[in-house]
């Protein structure tokens, strides 16, 4: 009886927890972040909840960081849209930030009335250039300019959405998993992502091109407790501009992974139309429950060779 006790007051001490990440009613900020070598480290993936990583021209990718109800002084480079990018800032319910656009993604923030901020029509007391780093590589703005921005454009500030991730207090261990202390994922020849396992952290800590990935702020490590991997079809768009930009066969069912406490499942990841939200499944077709913490979303080409390593099997 004693024991029973115990485990039903441990079961209501969990229950009466509450989810940290992402909570509350702030409708979420999406900003887009350069990733090329010359924009490194970028400030505002430390305070970042979650962040999608994708292909653009090039082989090179950017990133999308949603900020949740935090007060973030610098956070940039802030780099130009692209169209595909927009799906995950519609299906986060986010008030989408950047500076610049492709056309199709002039286009599409048009056509599918996505509320945005274009840093290059904003004053540069909102969005400014620093020194130290050269353009265009080197815009920054604030969460403090950036609402500032949307309450003068009239833009909803409450969030109309639930999470698209599943959070849960309880400690997800991927039981039945394989052992992933180790998690590569190749964009393109010079382009890869790595994340090592820190079981003190119980956390991965994030690499990009082979170097430690730290915040320009204040020079901490980026680490994310969750990794989710979609491999999705890219390619070239015929459009003339010879530019190389690329588009993606996103809304239809992936084949992914879920990452966390060292260990991946397989998964799939449904997404039925641009403004909707991605269903994350197990295998079995059951919703997959995500750990109460920071999640990278890599989507990245179908044919990248992404592989999980046991450290322990690798020193042996």
């Keep these: 009886p004693v024991a029973n006790e115990e485990e039903e007051k441990i ?5 009466e927890k509450e989810v940290q990440i992402y ?20 400030a505002g993936l430390l305070e970042a909840d979650l962040v999608y990583e994708i292909i653009v021209e090039g082989g090179e990718t950017r990133l999308m960081a949603l900020f949740k109800g935090v007060d973030v002084e610098r956070i940039g480079p802030v780099r130009s849209a692209r169209h595909y990018f927009l799906d995950y800032a519609l299906e986060n319910d986010a008030i989408y930030v950047h500076y610049g656009w492709s056309p199709q993604a002039q286009s599409d923030i048009s056509s599918l009335g996505v509320d945005n901020i ?15 780093k050269y353009a265009p590589h080197n815009a920054v703005t604030s969460t ?33 998993g394989k052992i992933a202390d180790d998690v590569v994922i190749p964009y393109s020849d010079y382009n890869e992502v790595e994340y090592i396992y820190d079981e003190d952290l119980k956390e991965y800590v994030r690499y990009s091109r082979g170097e430690k990935q730290v915040d320009w702020n204040s020079g901490e490590t980026i680490t994310t407790k969750n990794i989710i991997i979609e491999k999705a079809e890219n390619w070239t768009l015929n459009d003339g501009s010879g530019k190389g930009r690329q588009t993606l066969d996103n809304v239809t069912t992936l084949e992914g992974y879920y990452i966390t406490n060292g260990k991946v499942i397989e998964i799939t990841c449904e997404k039925e139309s641009r403004s909707g939200q991605t269903v994350y499944k197990d295998l079995e077709g059951n ?17 990248a060779d992404i592989t999980f390593t046991n450290e322990s099997d690798s020193e042996g």
């Design 23 to 42: 909570k509350g009613n702030d409708r979420p900020i999406a900003v887009m972040l350069d990733n090329n070598i010359n924009a490194m480290p970028q």
């Design 144 to 176: 403090k300019d950036i609402l500032e921005i949307a309450d003068r454009k009239g833009y909803r500030v409450d969030k109309e959405k639930d999470n698209v991730l599943n959070y849960v207090v309880a400690e997800v261990n991927l039981e039945d």
């Design 118 to 132: 274009n840093g290059i029509y904003e004053s540069e007391s909102a969005f400014w250039r620093v020194d130290d």
């Design 11 to 15: 079961i209501a001490e969990v229950e």
């Design 287 to 303: 919703e997959i429950n995500v750990n109460d913490g920071k999640t990278f979303i890599q989507i990245c080409p179908i044919s």
